[in-house]
């Protein structure tokens, strides 16, 4: 084992390939960042002033064999994905065949993505482009493919996340900055695995088709070198924005800027970010870098989160880890709800089941709830980003019209 004995100024050391490098904690221990004196396979020339430790290199927690000192005990730990190893079958070899749509039944791989699994309060993310940015900043919603933090941590610049990406321009827009939405998730059932038969249509959308990756059916993400577990939100449907949901910002040295902070009660998004990183919103189109808060103005909302206290029905939000209570503007009236539930709209329009977004002079703004080739080509619906296919459809053309409930376990 060698030991390079400079420090990062934190006292962490990691064990990494058999040697011990200084290093700093990313997502409360998901990844590390770590710092060497000289040049090794991996590490990155990134010299920080006043640092004698110019190179570094990101990795994932389960690539180190030692921390030292350990991590304080803080918040429950995310669910490792475990992977089997034997030795004819190692990280390779399940890595391969995440990446091969006709092993999506292999029981390996289906025990490996089974490990990787979702609880309420797991912080999930969603990687962005500019103009993803803009659309969030001004009141979309959390929907459609995302990761848990977890598993992505030490994807940190611009060339790493571009595997993350949903937009379909490959990293070429804003290529060097990337953005992330993260937010908590408020139940485990408001998200799904891309794999089985109810997610088969995405396997079989042409390339003209869709934007974004190729889903491969695995519920792995189309990687030459990773192995990230992906998840799409149940029904593609907009999931109600948690309070202190975030909006970051990685530039190419991966440093994790917080740009926004979504404040509920007031519906809009709270600037963090001082002057020295505000050049980082230059590509974000029509948005002031200078503008100390964005509401997200008074579009209806496609789904809401509703509560139940006392006797009354109430506005809610998901306040975790701590949990649900009544959306309101005086903290006196910020009572904990004793039932919770998501609400949206439903419809089937042309054969075709989908959520209801928004209503306008009698037009439906409207997307695919389980998207395929057929149910593209009868509706006609545009792909928005990876897995995301809307349309609009005159409200008399639809069926099966009806508002339901999603209860949340409390």
Not at 67 to 73: E, F, K, R
Not at 112 to 122: C, F, H, L, M
Not at 130 to 155: K, M, N, S, T
Not at 227 to 249: G, I, S, W
């Amino acid at each position: 084992m060698t030991l390079i004995p400079q420090t990062s100024g934190n006292g962490l050391h990691v064990t990494y390939g058999g040697t011990v490098y200084p290093a700093e904690e990313i997502a409360r221990g998901a990844a590390y960042e770590l710092f060497g004196a000289e040049e090794a396979p991996g590490f990155e020339w990134a010299p920080r002033p006043g640092s004698t430790l110019p190179w570094r290199r990101f990795v994932h927690v389960t690539e180190v064999t030692a921390v030292q000192p350990a991590a304080a005990p803080g918040e429950e730990a995310e669910a490792p994905m475990l992977v089997p190893l034997h030795r004819e079958r190692g990280w390779s070899y399940v890595q391969q065949l995440s990446q091969q749509p006709a092993a999506a039944g292999d029981p390996t791989l289906a025990a490996v993505r089974a490990s990787a699994v979702i609880r309420r309060g797991t912080r999930m993310v969603k990687v962005l482009s500019a103009r993803q940015l803009a659309g969030y900043v001004r009141g979309w919603l959390p929907h459609g493919f995302c990761y848990r933090e977890h598993d992505v941590a030490h994807l940190r610049t611009p060339s790493a996340t571009r595997v993350l990406r949903t937009d379909g321009t490959g990293g070429a827009e804003g290529g060097d900055v990337t953005y992330v939405l993260r937010w908590r998730a408020a139940d485990p059932g408001d998200y799904d695995v891309p794999v089985g038969a109810a997610h088969r249509g995405l396997t079989e959308l042409a390339p003209r088709d869709r934007l974004g990756g190729a889903v491969l059916g695995t519920g792995f993400v189309p990687s030459s070198g990773q192995l990230v577990p992906e998840f799409v939100t149940r029904d593609f449907a907009d999931l109600p924005m948690p309070a202190n949901a975030t909006l970051l910002a990685y530039p190419a040295d991966g440093a994790e800027v917080v740009l926004y902070s979504y404040q509920a009660e007031q519906r809009g998004w709270l600037r963090m970010v001082g002057p020295q990183w505000r050049h980082l919103l230059a590509a974000v189109p029509g948005l002031s870098p200078d503008q100390e808060y964005v509401p997200t103005g008074e579009t209806p909302r496609s789904t809401q989160l509703v509560g139940g206290y006392a006797d009354g029905e109430y506005e809610a939000v998901a306040d975790l880890p701590g949990g649900f209570r009544v959306l309101a503007m005086t903290r006196a009236a910020r009572y904990p709800v004793h039932w919770a539930a998501r609400r949206l709209r439903l419809v089937d329009w042309r054969g075709a089941p989908c959520l209801v977004l928004r209503e306008e002079s009698g037009w439906l703004r409207l997307r695919l709830r389980r998207p395929d080739p057929d149910a593209v080509a009868q509706t006609g619906a545009q792909c928005q980003e990876r897995g995301v296919y809307e349309a609009w459809a005159h409200a008399g053309e639809v069926t099966d019209d009806q508002v339901v409930e999603l209860p949340y376990a409390l």
